[in-house]
């Protein structure tokens, strides 16, 4: 599933977007996922829970590919 998601600030923190765009609940969710190595960051598996995730990047994780666009 293809998600594009509009941000206004700078950037958005890894496990913070995943909450926005409800692959997940909670923190704990985002924070077991990412560091489990199911989270990919421009193609690269990310395990930084405070990945700064700018426009232009592209997260995958589980059936969902993340665009961020401004």
């Excluded at 193609?43 to 232009?56: L, P």
């Amino acid at each position: 599933m293809n998600k594009k998601v509009k941000i206004k600030t700078e950037f958005i923190k890894l496990d913070q977007l995943l909450k926005y765009v409800s692959v997940v609940q909670t923190g704990g969710e985002a924070k077991e996922l990412i560091i489990d190595g199911n989270v990919k960051f421009n193609g690269e598996i990310c395990t930084q829970r405070g990945k700064k995730i700018r426009v232009g990047d592209v997260v995958e994780v589980l059936d969902y590919t993340i665009e961020i666009e401004e």
